[in-house]
């Protein structure tokens, strides 16, 4: 059974720093893509940032850029959400997704930040920035 765990989530100020960590247990977790998202009351979920099973790419949302940085420990298993300088508008529940690296035929799938390409979801962990 695929688990995926969020946590590090909280109240904080603006211009305050997190770092939420997502625990990944059920799955052999190199082979995964790894994603943050988030949705905020009344909107859309949306991608933060992803990783690549290898960590040779990332990617971001233009509204974090420079803020927040991914990163990934394969030997624990755990993919991490360093987040600097938060701002209200990043108030959220933040979920981590994991994401089946391969296609068939064994070729490494290129990194997607849209939701539907994730197999995995975790329960969320809550982010609220006040001003």
Same mark, same amino acid.
């Given at each position: ?15 305050? !720093?997190?770092?939420? !960590? ?40 233009? !509204? ?20 600097? !300088? ?46």
């Amino acid at each position: 059974q695929v688990q995926l765990v969020e946590s590090g989530g909280g109240l904080v100020q603006a211009g305050d !720093s997190l770092r939420l !960590s997502c625990a990944a247990s059920g799955l052999r977790f190199s082979n995964y893509h790894m994603g943050w998202f988030r949705q905020a009351p009344g909107k859309e979920r949306e991608v933060v940032a992803a990783i690549s099973r290898s960590r040779d790419a990332t990617l971001y949302d233009d !509204s974090v850029k420079g803020r927040f940085t991914i990163s990934r420990d394969n030997a624990k298993n755990t993919v991490y959400l360093q987040m600097n !300088s938060l701002k209200p508008e990043d108030t959220a529940v933040y979920y981590c997704a994991a994401d089946y690296g391969y296609i068939i035929g064994g070729n490494v799938k290129v990194l997607q930040g849209t939701q539907t390409a994730y197999d995995y979801w975790g329960q969320g962990t809550r982010v609220s920035v006040s001003s």
